[in-house]
């Protein structure tokens, strides 16, 4: 297994000094209090303001994304919340919403609270049918061109090839990883030509439950971080889970708010277990691209040991099995 990279740590000059200058060098007076949000790929911080209480200031990570990337991503949630979708968009400031101090990027958000959505209740699932068609048919009306695509090779091949050269994972079980993902990744690229020439689209790309905020007017969307171009049931299949019989049921319940907003093909299901494939393998490139950032290790402790390679094996051997399967149906 792969141990002997020398730890580095893109956000060791980030420290609180340097998140309340970032925070007030873009006008707010900051009241010395800051507390950590849950995230490893950006740092995320609430921060408290005299004139506007407390703010969301994100730094992202260095050298990930470009500044046009960046830039596509913010734009997007503009678009969304000028036509009132309920996505948090950054905030404007002297016109722009990329900001940078002291070496690093960032941008600041309003604070929104909310809860987790009870994805199992079917009325939250139309509702959320009825938001995710809207942010769907807004991003359909221009392309990327600085964002990812996700298809086989970004999200899958590529990352697959970084843990094998990194040597990450054990010599005994090499073979059978290299094995199954091979064997998964062809099962998916003809997953991919059953369902014919879908149409890509601005997707928000990470539409789980913890990037929804849900309140008693309903779903707030957050961390367009990892927005793509994807065809639109990359939002929807996050939202499905359990047995075939359960998702078929939050299916319907989530379709009768989608329809009523936009258009669906129904040729797009035969990719959710592709999708699903797709990010069991590059969860674990993620993991590995990232062990050098010293904060992974402490956070993800049972990645890079036997245990964890052994899991990823049988799941994927599992899913190869579920690519198989007949899409899910419409009801």
């Not at 990470?206 to 849900?214: E, S, V, Y």
């Amino acid at each position: 297994m792969s141990t002997n990279h020398p730890a580095v740590a893109p956000y060791s000059a980030l420290t609180p000094d340097a998140i309340l200058d970032a925070v007030e060098s873009c006008g707010y007076r900051a009241d010395g209090r800051l507390s950590a949000l849950a995230s490893y790929e950006n740092r995320v911080y609430q921060v408290w303001t005299e004139e506007a209480g407390a703010i969301v200031a994100k730094f992202y990570r260095p050298s990930r994304w470009t500044d046009a990337a960046i830039h596509e991503e913010h734009s997007y949630a503009l678009e969304l919340a000028e036509r009132e979708i309920p996505v948090v968009a950054p905030l404007v400031i002297g016109g722009r919403t990329l900001h940078e101090h002291a070496g690093f990027r960032f941008a600041l958000y309003p604070r929104h609270g909310g809860r987790t959505p009870e994805l199992g209740e079917p009325a939250t699932l139309t509702q959320l049918g009825r938001f995710i068609a809207r942010i769907h048919a807004v991003g359909a009306l221009r392309p990327y061109r600085h964002r990812p695509r996700l298809d086989v090779e970004t999200y899958g091949w590529t990352p697959f090839r970084f843990v094998l050269e990194r040597d990450f994972v054990p010599a005994d079980v090499r073979e059978a990883y290299r094995s199954v993902v091979e064997d998964v990744l062809g099962r998916v690229t003809r997953c991919y030509e059953r369902a014919g020439s879908v149409v890509d689209i601005r997707a928000h790309g990470d539409c789980h439950a913890g990037n929804i905020l849900w309140t008693d007017d309903g779903p707030h969307f957050v961390d367009l971080d990892d927005t793509c171009s994807a065809p639109a049931v990359q939002d929807i299949w996050l939202c499905l889970s359990g047995d075939r019989a359960e998702m078929t049921a939050q299916l319907a319940a989530f379709m009768q708010g989608y329809r009523a907003f936009n258009d669906f093909d129904p040729a797009e299901l035969v990719l959710i277990e592709a999708l699903r494939t797709l990010r069991l393998v590059n969860y674990a490139g993620w993991l590995a691209r990232r062990w050098d950032d010293p904060a992974f290790p402490c956070n993800f402790p049972f990645f890079n040991t036997q245990r964890y390679w052994q899991d990823h094996i049988l799941a994927l051997r599992e899913q190869a099995a579920a690519l198989d399967e007949p899409p899910l149906e419409l009801q």
